[in-house]
């Protein structure tokens, strides 16, 4: 049953959510803004068991936590399609996440489907049903919503259940389900739900490009911007960008100065200056680095074996209908080989099942028999 309306009322929300809290398994998405702020803004979460489809307003004077308590706190199954920043909402409004998650964009990855493929193409290839995408891009926060907006919400969760139920028997029958289950808890318990800015710098692409002394004064930098961007509740890039991080932490380390890229606000510029040269005083004199730095020299091999070790378990990846960028992303084959990791993910779990060890052993031995 379509609930085709906007629920905006604490009465209606607790009408809605009783008809779907006896079931075991509730599908979920979320709308959010984030144009202009550091945080997300949550504004409508939908909700259905298969049979009750809802919409319910997130922007009201609510105790959400409370109103939820029966939905999330306990062992229901929460279907989500690509569950990341969803979760990060809930974090946010429950201060936890729910213990038993299905991903559908995550389980359809270990089923031949392309990698992180949307909603609404996974639908038309598994259904042959067509689902409006055009209020997309739409403003959540605006009220009130349109009927067009309500019913582009509630179609992202009105085929979850039953996608859910068809993604979960096709794991079980190609007998991937233990490797799913895996790899997805693997990848819930790795994320920050609440990371602290000082660990921001980790977010720079190029940070294990630089030297020592550069990154340093980089991860200084990226950490100041961080807790600049939280307490004014703006875009990280709104203060800089990469790129000037970069730039400015170069030329100090030439010139001992900070030179903040031309920007239209001088005085902005000015006081930019000031507070990072004040963060960097603060960690003269240290013997010690801020931060702790993974770079390191490798071999001339490096390059190739790495790629090399790609190829391979790409090869693995299509044998095994499994998105290649699950199986053997650039990031863990790159630790692996800096960190000559036994006990890597690349070689154990449920990937040892898939792979040949000892091919790994011939790849590899070049490289790690020359370091």
């Known amino acids: 049953m379509l609930n085709t309306k906007l629920l905006t009322s604490e009465k209606e929300m607790k009408a809605f959510l009783e008809q779907i809290n006896s079931s075991d398994e509730i599908s979920i998405d979320i709308e959010f803004m984030r144009r202009n702020t550091f945080f997300p803004e949550p504004c409508v979460i939908q909700l259905s068991n298969g049979n009750f489809h809802g919409c319910i307003d997130l922007t009201m004077n609510i105790d959400y936590k409370n109103l939820f308590k029966n939905i999330f706190d306990g062992d229901k199954k929460i279907i989500l399609h690509s569950c ?114 000082d660990s921001s710098w980790k977010k720079l692409k190029s940070i294990n490009n630089l030297n020592k002394e550069t990154q340093d004064i980089t991860k200084i930098i990226a950490v100041w911007r961080e807790k600049k961007a939280i307490n004014k509740n703006i875009p990280r890039n709104w203060i ?43 960690f003269s004199g240290k013997k010690v680095s801020l931060y702790k730095s993974n770079k390191r020299k490798y071999n001339s091999n490096y390059k190739k ?53 000892n091919k790994i052993t011939e790849i590899t031995n070049p490289y790690f028999n020359s370091n």
């Open 84 to 197: 990341r920043q969803d979760l990060e909402i809930l974090y946010m409004i429950l201060g936890y996440i729910p213990k038993n998650i299905f991903d559908t964009q995550f389980a359809a990855s270990f089923l031949g489907f392309k990698y992180q493929i949307g909603y609404a193409e996974l639908i038309k290839e598994i259904y042959n049903i067509t689902i409006d995408k055009t209020e997309k891009m739409t403003n959540w926060k605006k009220r009130p919503l349109s009927q067009k907006q309500i019913d582009y919400a509630i179609n992202d969760v009105l085929h979850l259940n039953k996608l859910s139920k068809y993604l979960n028997d096709k794991l079980i029958e190609t007998k991937k389900i233990d490797f799913y289950t895996e790899e997805f808890t693997n990848y819930i318990s790795d994320i920050e739900w609440n990371p602290s800015a």
């Open 305 to 357: 074996i790495a790629d090399d070790l790609y190829e391979y378990y790409k090869q693995v990846s299509l044998y095994n209908e499994i998105s290649y960028q699950i199986v053997s992303p650039k990031k863990m084959i790159l630790n692996f080989l800096r960190n000559n990791d036994c006990n890597s993910r690349l070689i154990t779990g449920w990937r040892k099942e898939i792979i040949d060890i």
């Open 240 to 282: 800089m960008n990469e790129k000037e991080i970069i730039e400015i932490s170069k030329a100090y380390i030439s010139k001992k100065e900070i030179l903040i890229p031309d920007k239209k606000d001088s005085s902005k510029n000015s006081k930019y200056a000031i507070e990072i040269l004040e963060e960097i005083r603060n």
